[in-house]
């Protein structure tokens, strides 16, 4: 700084007294022709903001639905009214919630919700009251299905009573169904299959409140879906023939699980299927080709699954059974049918033959008497009854199809009762 050289003396500045007054100075545009200013109105007074009440809906929101658990490794209580697939009202379990309660996709869920966070796509489950009706402490400690003992059918379902019609009143005497029957309804297209179901649906929903019951209809037409949920006291999970074999092929898992999971915890659950041929060429569809094709062009591999659902029917040692009756169409034109047919026939312990012939003359229940039966029916009717039933087999055998059904229609519509008609009977 030392290197400037001496400061050059200041130009006097100009006084501030030479500016003009300020009121003589020019303003700005717009601002003289402005006027006296008016005297503003008073102010309201400043309303008091009203906050908006917070609601808290947390343990007031009752729900219930079916476990599925995601590959990743939480889960969806999915709702019974969307037959259990993707939608809405979807509730969310956490991994930690599976794991503290020993979940498994299929169990029955009753528990409560909370609305979701800003952030959260789904509503969470906040608690769980019941697990496949049942305190959730004695879930933890179940045992698996697969370990579970089968037996014989020992107990039969009463398909008589107030709500009995002829055709189950013939079903209770030649092929009764029992608790964990595997049964089979071997029918031509036309023959009142879905009729049969649905009067023995009725008979075991009447006499039977203690049983848990699903109708599973697959590939079948919408409007027997609607008859069907409308005519019978029942749950029914459907997927229509407009459906992809993919959804048939989902809603049959997640129903089968539903089923297990409840026979694990000692219930009685009735599965009625229409039909396993059906599902069974859903399951040809879906299933990668293995290289080896039988006759009729199914894969050697993907009638295992629909197998391991048919075979999942069995009484189960001290409580619970799986009772699964199953329609199979024959003569259908389709070679595929023939196929899936021989593959199930002899692994039922009960079926039941409709014939063609008998429903063209207009006799309800189409049933073929003759080939029709139960296997160890010994377990499930008394002994006065079988020996009864032996007598009328020996006297039906001699006879036609279509004239045994006649004559025992006949007889069947003259009393009103199975046991006033045994007691009708000679011998």
Do not use: C
Not at 54 to 70: A, H, L, N, R
Not at 160 to 170: C, Y
Not at 242 to 271: C, M, Q, T, W, Y
Request: a negative charge.
């Amino acid at each position: 700084r030392d290197d400037r050289g001496p400061r050059e003396p200041r130009d006097d500045r100009q006084p501030r007294d030479d500016r003009g007054p300020r009121d003589d100075r020019p303003r700005r545009d717009g601002w003289e022709d402005r006027g006296p200013r008016e005297p503003r109105e008073p102010r309201e007074p400043r309303q008091p903001k009203i906050q908006e009440p917070v609601y808290e809906f947390e343990g007031i929101i009752p729900t219930e639905g079916v476990v599925e658990i995601m590959p990743e490794g939480f889960g969806f209580l999915r709702s019974s009214d969307y037959n259990y697939l993707n939608s809405p009202d979807d509730v969310l379990i956490t991994q930690q919630q599976i794991k503290h309660y020993g979940l498994k996709t299929g169990d029955t869920v009753r528990g409560e919700v909370r609305p979701p966070r800003e952030s959260e796509k789904f509503f969470p489950l906040t608690k769980v009251n019941m697990i496949n009706g049942k305190d959730p402490e004695f879930i933890r400690d179940r045992v698996a299905f697969e370990h579970l003992t089968p037996l014989f059918p020992e107990e039969k379902f009463d398909l008589t009573g107030r709500r009995a019609t002829i055709s189950t009143r013939i079903i209770d005497l030649v092929s009764p169904i029992g608790k964990g029957q595997r049964g089979l309804i071997v029918a031509q297209p036309k023959t009142g299959k879905t009729t049969l179901l649905k009067e023995v649906a009725n008979a075991i929903a009447a006499n039977h409140p203690e049983v848990y019951m699903i109708i599973l209809l697959i590939d079948e037409r919408p409007e027997e879906v609607t008859d069907m949920a409308r005519s019978v006291n029942a749950e029914v999970v459907a997927s229509t023939f407009d459906e992809p074999a993919e959804r048939h092929v989902r809603v049959a898992n997640i129903v089968l699980e539903k089923a297990k999971r409840l026979v694990e915890s000692g219930h009685d659950v009735v599965i009625l299927l229409d039909s396993i041929t059906r599902l069974a060429r859903a399951y040809n569809t879906v299933s990668p080709a293995s290289g080896k094709v039988l006759s009729g062009g199914v894969d050697a591999n993907a009638l295992h699954k629909p197998k391991r659902f048919f075979g999942a029917a069995r009484n189960i040692e001290n409580g619970g059974s799986l009772t699964i009756l199953a329609t199979a169409l024959i003569d259908t034109g389709s070679k595929m049918d023939e196929v899936i047919f021989e593959e199930f026939k002899g692994t039922g312990n009960m079926e039941m033959q409709l014939d063609r012939r008998i429903a063209n003359r207009r006799i309800w229940p189409a049933i073929d008497l003759i080939a029709s039966g139960t296997r160890k029916e010994d377990m499930l009717l008394r002994p006065e009854v079988l020996n009864r039933m032996y007598i009328l087999r020996r006297h039906l055998a001699d006879m036609t199809p279509v004239e045994a059904m006649e004559f025992l229609e006949d007889r069947m519509n003259k009393t009103r009762n199975n046991e006033e008609f045994l007691v009708s009977m000679n011998g």
